[in-house]
Protein backbone atom coordinates (compact mmCIF):
# COMPACT_ATOMS: atom_id res chain seq x y z
CA UNK A 1 0.00 0.00 0.00
CA UNK A 2 1.57 3.41 -1.01
CA UNK A 3 0.63 6.18 0.84
CA UNK A 4 0.72 9.93 -0.26
CA UNK A 5 0.91 13.19 1.62
CA UNK A 6 -2.67 14.77 0.98
CA UNK A 7 -4.39 17.95 1.63
CA UNK A 8 -7.84 18.98 2.48
CA UNK A 9 -8.28 22.51 1.93
CA UNK A 10 -10.98 24.56 3.70
CA UNK A 11 -12.47 28.24 4.22
CA UNK A 12 -10.94 30.43 6.80
CA UNK A 13 -12.31 29.06 9.98
CA UNK A 14 -13.34 25.37 9.11
CA UNK A 15 -10.08 23.77 9.45
CA UNK A 16 -11.00 22.10 12.95
CA UNK A 17 -14.04 21.01 11.36
CA UNK A 18 -12.30 19.60 8.38
CA UNK A 19 -9.83 17.65 10.87
CA UNK A 20 -12.52 15.93 13.13
CA UNK A 21 -13.87 14.95 9.12
CA UNK A 22 -11.00 13.11 9.08
CA UNK A 23 -10.59 11.75 11.95
CA UNK A 24 -14.16 10.17 11.51
CA UNK A 25 -12.87 9.15 8.59
CA UNK A 26 -9.83 6.91 9.96
CA UNK A 27 -7.27 9.64 8.98
CA UNK A 28 -5.21 11.33 11.47
CA UNK A 29 -3.99 14.87 10.13
CA UNK A 30 -0.63 15.29 10.17
CA UNK A 31 -0.42 19.58 10.02
CA UNK A 32 -3.45 21.96 10.30
CA UNK A 33 -2.71 25.34 8.67
CA UNK A 34 -4.74 28.31 7.44
CA UNK A 35 -7.23 26.70 4.81
CA UNK A 36 -5.59 23.52 4.60
CA UNK A 37 -5.35 19.92 6.56
CA UNK A 38 -2.32 17.59 5.84
CA UNK A 39 -2.81 13.85 6.04
CA UNK A 40 -1.55 10.44 4.71
CA UNK A 41 -3.60 7.80 2.88
CA UNK A 42 -3.61 6.16 -0.17
CA UNK A 43 -5.46 5.66 -3.44
CA UNK A 44 -9.03 4.56 -1.31
CA UNK A 45 -8.46 7.56 0.58
CA UNK A 46 -8.17 9.56 -2.27
CA UNK A 47 -11.64 8.28 -2.99
CA UNK A 48 -13.08 8.01 0.44
CA UNK A 49 -12.51 11.71 0.99
CA UNK A 50 -13.34 13.29 -1.59
CA UNK A 51 -16.98 11.28 -1.31
CA UNK A 52 -17.65 12.16 2.67
CA UNK A 53 -15.63 15.43 3.40
CA UNK A 54 -18.40 17.65 4.22
CA UNK A 55 -16.73 21.17 5.00
CA UNK A 56 -13.37 21.15 3.05
CA UNK A 57 -12.85 22.71 -0.69
CA UNK A 58 -11.38 19.74 -2.41
CA UNK A 59 -8.57 17.14 -1.89
CA UNK A 60 -5.28 17.70 -3.08
CA UNK A 61 -2.54 15.23 -3.92
CA UNK A 62 1.00 17.01 -2.90
CA UNK A 63 3.82 16.18 -5.01
CA UNK A 64 6.40 18.25 -2.94
CA UNK A 65 6.99 21.40 -1.30
CA UNK A 66 10.10 23.19 -0.70
CA UNK A 67 11.50 27.14 -0.52
CA UNK A 68 12.13 28.64 -3.73
CA UNK A 69 13.60 32.24 -3.69
CA UNK A 70 14.25 32.86 -7.45
CA UNK A 71 12.93 31.45 -10.78
CA UNK A 72 16.11 29.17 -10.93
CA UNK A 73 15.22 27.65 -7.35
CA UNK A 74 11.66 27.00 -8.31
CA UNK A 75 12.56 25.54 -11.77
CA UNK A 76 14.84 23.14 -10.12
CA UNK A 77 13.54 21.78 -7.51
CA UNK A 78 10.35 21.15 -9.40
CA UNK A 79 12.23 19.25 -12.22
CA UNK A 80 13.38 17.10 -9.12
CA UNK A 81 9.68 16.07 -8.32
CA UNK A 82 8.91 12.59 -9.65
CA UNK A 83 5.92 14.06 -11.40
CA UNK A 84 6.11 10.46 -13.92
CA UNK A 85 4.28 8.80 -11.32
CA UNK A 86 1.05 10.46 -11.72
CA UNK A 87 1.36 12.49 -15.63
CA UNK A 88 1.32 10.15 -17.95
CA UNK A 89 2.12 10.71 -21.85
CA UNK A 90 -0.61 12.02 -23.15
CA UNK A 91 -1.82 13.40 -19.44
CA UNK A 92 -3.12 17.10 -19.61
CA UNK A 93 -1.45 19.16 -16.28
CA UNK A 94 -2.59 23.00 -16.76
CA UNK A 95 -0.92 24.86 -14.06
CA UNK A 96 -2.30 27.20 -11.36
CA UNK A 97 -1.02 29.35 -9.00
CA UNK A 98 -1.21 31.86 -6.64
CA UNK A 99 2.07 33.66 -4.42
CA UNK A 100 1.42 35.24 -0.65
CA UNK A 101 4.30 37.64 0.61
CA UNK A 102 7.31 35.93 -1.44
CA UNK A 103 9.49 37.27 -3.73
CA UNK A 104 8.32 35.38 -6.77
CA UNK A 105 5.20 37.55 -6.83
CA UNK A 106 4.54 37.42 -10.41
CA UNK A 107 2.04 34.22 -10.76
CA UNK A 108 2.21 34.13 -14.31
CA UNK A 109 6.30 33.44 -14.63
CA UNK A 110 5.58 30.79 -12.00
CA UNK A 111 3.28 29.09 -13.79
CA UNK A 112 5.44 29.28 -16.88
CA UNK A 113 8.44 28.06 -14.64
CA UNK A 114 6.75 24.57 -12.95
CA UNK A 115 5.12 23.70 -16.29
CA UNK A 116 8.09 24.44 -18.05
CA UNK A 117 9.92 21.66 -15.75
CA UNK A 118 7.18 19.41 -15.79
CA UNK A 119 8.10 19.05 -19.06
CA UNK A 120 11.81 18.79 -19.25
CA UNK A 121 11.50 15.94 -16.67
CA UNK A 122 8.69 14.25 -18.72
CA UNK A 123 11.23 14.27 -21.40
CA UNK A 124 14.01 12.77 -19.94
CA UNK A 125 11.41 9.97 -18.76
CA UNK A 126 9.75 9.10 -21.65
CA UNK A 127 12.55 9.98 -24.08
CA UNK A 128 10.42 12.64 -26.58
CA UNK A 129 9.91 16.36 -27.51
CA UNK A 130 6.41 16.73 -27.53
CA UNK A 131 3.67 15.65 -25.75
CA UNK A 132 -0.18 16.26 -26.63
CA UNK A 133 -2.01 16.58 -23.26
CA UNK A 134 -5.26 14.34 -24.67
CA UNK A 135 -5.74 11.97 -21.72
CA UNK A 136 -6.59 12.37 -18.45
CA UNK A 137 -6.55 15.58 -16.45
CA UNK A 138 -4.06 16.51 -13.67
CA UNK A 139 -4.53 20.13 -12.73
CA UNK A 140 -1.40 21.21 -11.00
CA UNK A 141 -1.14 24.43 -8.62
CA UNK A 142 1.94 26.11 -7.55
CA UNK A 143 1.05 28.04 -4.18
CA UNK A 144 4.32 30.33 -2.44
CA UNK A 145 3.64 31.24 0.74
CA UNK A 146 6.90 33.38 2.58
CA UNK A 147 9.10 31.85 -0.12
CA UNK A 148 7.77 28.42 0.28
CA UNK A 149 6.25 26.63 -2.83
CA UNK A 150 3.83 23.56 -2.49
CA UNK A 151 3.01 21.88 -5.86
CA UNK A 152 0.00 19.92 -5.51
CA UNK A 153 -2.17 18.14 -8.02
CA UNK A 154 -6.53 18.55 -7.61
CA UNK A 155 -8.18 15.54 -7.74
CA UNK A 156 -11.39 16.21 -6.55
CA UNK A 157 -12.14 18.51 -10.27
CA UNK A 158 -15.19 20.37 -9.16
CA UNK A 159 -15.28 22.29 -5.89
CA UNK A 160 -16.55 19.80 -3.31
CA UNK A 161 -18.89 22.25 -2.44
CA UNK A 162 -21.22 21.31 -5.59
CA UNK A 163 -22.82 17.71 -4.66
CA UNK A 164 -24.94 18.01 -7.42
CA UNK A 165 -28.74 18.84 -5.88
CA UNK A 166 -28.43 22.37 -6.70
CA UNK A 167 -28.66 22.75 -9.93
CA UNK A 168 -30.66 25.99 -9.94
CA UNK A 169 -29.43 28.98 -7.43
CA UNK A 170 -31.93 31.40 -5.19
CA UNK A 171 -31.51 34.94 -4.31
CA UNK A 172 -28.16 34.62 -1.83
CA UNK A 173 -27.07 30.93 -2.20
CA UNK A 174 -24.66 29.64 1.19
CA UNK A 175 -21.93 27.37 -0.20
CA UNK A 176 -23.10 23.52 0.92
CA UNK A 177 -19.85 23.02 2.53
CA UNK A 178 -20.19 26.19 4.60
CA UNK A 179 -23.95 24.99 5.46
CA UNK A 180 -22.50 21.92 6.26
CA UNK A 181 -20.19 23.39 8.95
CA UNK A 182 -23.06 25.71 10.51
CA UNK A 183 -24.86 22.18 11.51
CA UNK A 184 -21.88 20.38 13.26
CA UNK A 185 -20.87 23.15 14.66
CA UNK A 186 -24.17 22.94 16.88
CA UNK A 187 -25.22 20.78 19.20
CA UNK A 188 -27.91 19.23 16.70
CA UNK A 189 -28.00 15.56 15.93
CA UNK A 190 -30.81 13.41 14.31
CA UNK A 191 -32.54 12.91 17.73
CA UNK A 192 -33.57 16.44 17.95
CA UNK A 193 -35.86 18.95 16.13
CA UNK A 194 -34.20 20.79 13.97
CA UNK A 195 -35.74 24.62 12.03
CA UNK A 196 -34.14 26.99 10.15
CA UNK A 197 -37.04 30.31 9.95
CA UNK A 198 -35.04 31.49 7.35
CA UNK A 199 -34.27 28.71 4.88
CA UNK A 200 -33.78 30.05 1.36
CA UNK A 201 -32.98 27.53 -0.95
CA UNK A 202 -33.03 25.19 1.63
CA UNK A 203 -28.84 24.14 2.27
CA UNK A 204 -28.59 24.26 6.08
CA UNK A 205 -31.84 21.60 6.13
CA UNK A 206 -30.49 19.55 3.47
CA UNK A 207 -27.05 19.26 4.71
CA UNK A 208 -28.61 18.79 8.28
CA UNK A 209 -30.82 15.79 6.60
CA UNK A 210 -27.26 14.56 4.61
CA UNK A 211 -25.88 14.75 7.79
CA UNK A 212 -28.36 12.84 9.71
CA UNK A 213 -28.97 10.23 7.59
CA UNK A 214 -25.11 9.46 7.27
CA UNK A 215 -25.36 10.23 3.35
CA UNK A 216 -21.78 10.51 1.78
CA UNK A 217 -22.22 14.31 0.63
CA UNK A 218 -20.32 13.53 -2.54
CA UNK A 219 -22.22 10.02 -3.34
CA UNK A 220 -23.93 11.35 -6.46
CA UNK A 221 -21.41 13.41 -8.28
CA UNK A 222 -18.14 12.63 -9.99
CA UNK A 223 -14.51 13.69 -9.36
CA UNK A 224 -11.49 14.36 -11.30
CA UNK A 225 -9.55 11.64 -9.91
CA UNK A 226 -11.89 9.42 -11.69
CA UNK A 227 -9.97 9.37 -14.62
CA UNK A 228 -6.68 8.71 -13.08
CA UNK A 229 -5.45 4.96 -13.71
CA UNK A 230 -3.42 5.23 -10.46
CA UNK A 231 -6.68 5.32 -8.78
CA UNK A 232 -8.57 1.94 -10.14
CA UNK A 233 -12.59 1.86 -10.86
CA UNK A 234 -12.55 -0.94 -8.13
CA UNK A 235 -11.66 1.79 -5.80
CA UNK A 236 -14.12 4.18 -6.30
CA UNK A 237 -16.50 1.03 -6.42
CA UNK A 238 -15.70 0.00 -3.09
CA UNK A 239 -16.05 3.31 -1.90
CA UNK A 240 -19.80 4.82 -3.02
CA UNK A 241 -20.54 0.37 -1.92
CA UNK A 242 -19.78 1.24 1.70
CA UNK A 243 -21.30 5.13 1.64
CA UNK A 244 -24.17 3.12 0.45
CA UNK A 245 -24.04 0.38 3.05
CA UNK A 246 -24.08 2.75 6.07
CA UNK A 247 -27.18 5.08 5.40
CA UNK A 248 -29.58 5.38 8.23
CA UNK A 249 -33.27 5.61 8.60
CA UNK A 250 -34.78 8.59 9.18
CA UNK A 251 -34.68 10.94 11.68
CA UNK A 252 -37.50 10.90 14.66
CA UNK A 253 -38.14 14.39 13.77
CA UNK A 254 -39.15 15.68 10.15
CA UNK A 255 -36.87 19.01 9.74
CA UNK A 256 -38.42 22.17 9.44
CA UNK A 257 -37.50 25.05 6.82
CA UNK A 258 -39.54 28.20 6.33
CA UNK A 259 -39.02 31.36 4.28
CA UNK A 260 -41.29 33.82 3.07
CA UNK A 261 -40.37 33.47 -0.15
CA UNK A 262 -42.51 31.01 -2.24
CA UNK A 263 -40.52 31.06 -4.88
CA UNK A 264 -37.31 30.05 -2.95
CA UNK A 265 -38.87 27.46 -1.36
CA UNK A 266 -39.90 26.12 -4.42
CA UNK A 267 -36.17 25.89 -4.90
CA UNK A 268 -35.68 23.93 -1.85
CA UNK A 269 -38.05 21.51 -2.74
CA UNK A 270 -36.33 20.79 -5.79
CA UNK A 271 -32.98 20.93 -4.37
CA UNK A 272 -34.00 18.42 -1.46
CA UNK A 273 -35.63 15.85 -3.79
CA UNK A 274 -32.29 15.56 -6.27
CA UNK A 275 -30.46 15.35 -2.84
CA UNK A 276 -32.44 12.27 -1.45
CA UNK A 277 -33.67 13.57 1.44
CA UNK A 278 -37.60 15.59 0.15
CA UNK A 279 -39.35 12.82 2.63
CA UNK A 280 -36.88 14.06 5.56
CA UNK A 281 -37.66 17.84 5.06
CA UNK A 282 -40.77 19.99 5.32
CA UNK A 283 -40.83 22.87 3.59
CA UNK A 284 -43.68 26.03 4.10
CA UNK A 285 -44.10 29.12 3.39
CA UNK A 286 -44.43 31.56 6.65
CA UNK A 287 -43.16 34.49 8.37
CA UNK A 288 -40.91 34.71 11.17
CA UNK A 289 -43.13 35.77 13.52
CA UNK A 290 -45.43 32.98 12.93
CA UNK A 291 -43.10 30.22 13.39
CA UNK A 292 -44.18 27.66 16.22
CA UNK A 293 -43.23 24.53 17.12
CA UNK A 294 -44.70 21.72 20.15
CA UNK A 295 -41.06 20.31 20.24
CA UNK A 296 -38.63 20.92 23.09
CA UNK A 297 -34.60 20.88 22.96
CA UNK A 298 -34.71 21.52 19.35
CA UNK A 299 -31.89 23.62 17.46
CA UNK A 300 -32.21 26.24 15.51
CA UNK A 301 -29.92 27.15 12.56
CA UNK A 302 -29.91 30.00 10.11
CA UNK A 303 -28.23 32.38 8.21
CA UNK A 304 -30.57 35.38 8.17
CA UNK A 305 -30.90 38.22 5.76
CA UNK A 306 -27.78 40.37 6.19
CA UNK A 307 -28.96 43.91 5.81
CA UNK A 308 -26.09 44.56 3.03
CA UNK A 309 -28.88 45.68 0.24
CA UNK A 310 -29.72 49.15 -0.27
CA UNK A 311 -33.22 49.41 1.59
CA UNK A 312 -33.02 46.31 3.64
CA UNK A 313 -31.47 47.22 6.96
CA UNK A 314 -34.47 48.21 9.22
CA UNK A 315 -36.27 45.08 7.64
CA UNK A 316 -33.03 42.84 8.71
CA UNK A 317 -33.39 44.83 12.75
CA UNK A 318 -37.23 43.43 12.39
CA UNK A 319 -36.13 40.21 11.65
CA UNK A 320 -33.33 39.73 14.46
CA UNK A 321 -35.66 41.22 17.03
CA UNK A 322 -38.34 38.51 15.87
CA UNK A 323 -35.36 35.81 16.24
CA UNK A 324 -35.00 37.38 19.70
CA UNK A 325 -38.07 37.12 20.34
CA UNK A 326 -38.88 33.28 19.39
CA UNK A 327 -35.67 32.26 21.05
CA UNK A 328 -36.73 33.88 24.51
CA UNK A 329 -40.22 32.22 24.55
CA UNK A 330 -38.88 28.54 23.26
CA UNK A 331 -36.27 28.52 26.51
CA UNK A 332 -35.03 24.90 25.93
CA UNK A 333 -34.02 25.06 22.15
CA UNK A 334 -30.52 26.35 21.31
CA UNK A 335 -30.32 28.99 18.59
CA UNK A 336 -27.21 29.25 16.04
CA UNK A 337 -26.97 32.44 13.69
CA UNK A 338 -24.71 33.04 10.73
CA UNK A 339 -24.66 37.12 10.05
CA UNK A 340 -22.55 39.93 9.17
CA UNK A 341 -24.46 42.51 11.21
CA UNK A 342 -22.19 44.40 13.34
CA UNK A 343 -24.89 44.76 16.19
CA UNK A 344 -26.67 41.69 15.95
CA UNK A 345 -26.66 41.01 19.61
CA UNK A 346 -28.23 44.32 20.99
CA UNK A 347 -31.12 43.95 18.36
CA UNK A 348 -31.44 40.17 19.02
CA UNK A 349 -31.50 40.65 22.88
CA UNK A 350 -28.83 38.40 24.18
CA UNK A 351 -25.35 37.67 24.35
CA UNK A 352 -23.84 34.67 22.34
CA UNK A 353 -22.46 32.06 24.84
CA UNK A 354 -19.56 31.47 21.64
CA UNK A 355 -18.86 33.53 18.54
CA UNK A 356 -17.00 31.68 15.88
CA UNK A 357 -15.01 34.36 12.98
CA UNK A 358 -16.53 32.26 9.17
CA UNK A 359 -16.41 33.63 5.83
CA UNK A 360 -19.63 33.52 3.64
CA UNK A 361 -17.93 33.82 0.07
CA UNK A 362 -15.98 36.81 1.20
CA UNK A 363 -18.43 38.25 3.66
CA UNK A 364 -16.47 38.46 6.94
CA UNK A 365 -19.49 36.90 9.29
CA UNK A 366 -19.99 36.15 13.14
CA UNK A 367 -21.76 32.44 13.82
CA UNK A 368 -23.53 33.50 16.75
CA UNK A 369 -23.83 30.65 19.08
CA UNK A 370 -26.97 30.27 21.99
CA UNK A 371 -26.45 26.51 23.39
CA UNK A 372 -29.74 25.99 25.48
CA UNK A 373 -30.13 23.20 27.86
CA UNK A 374 -29.18 19.61 26.95
CA UNK A 375 -31.99 17.13 26.66
CA UNK A 376 -32.42 14.70 29.74
CA UNK A 377 -30.97 11.41 29.13
CA UNK A 378 -33.46 8.59 28.86
CA UNK A 379 -34.69 6.59 31.60
CA UNK A 380 -32.84 3.30 31.95
Known sequence: ???????????????????????????????????????????????????????????????????????????????????????????????TGRSVKSQLHSVPDCQRIVKKAIVERLKAVHHRDWFDETGPSYPVDVSLLRDRATLTIDTSGAGLHKRGYRTLVGRAPLKETL????????????????????????????????????????????????????????????????????????????????DIDASELTLARQHAAAAGVADDVHFQQRPLAEFSTPHKYGCLITNPPYGERLGEAAEVEVLYRELGRWFRELETWSAYVLTSHPNFERLFGKSAERRRKLYNARIACTYYQYQGPRPPRPRA
Request: some cysteine; overall charge negative; charged content about 25%.
Open 1 to 95: MTLHTLIATAAFGLEAIVKRELQQLGYEPTSVEDGRVRFSGDAAAIARTNLWLRSADRVLLEVGEFEAHDFGELFDRTHTLPWEQWLSVDAAFPV
Open 179 to 258: AAALVQLSFWNASRPFADPCCGSGTIPIEAALLGRHIAPGINRSFIAEQWPQVEHRVWNDARTEARDVIRAKPEFRLIGT
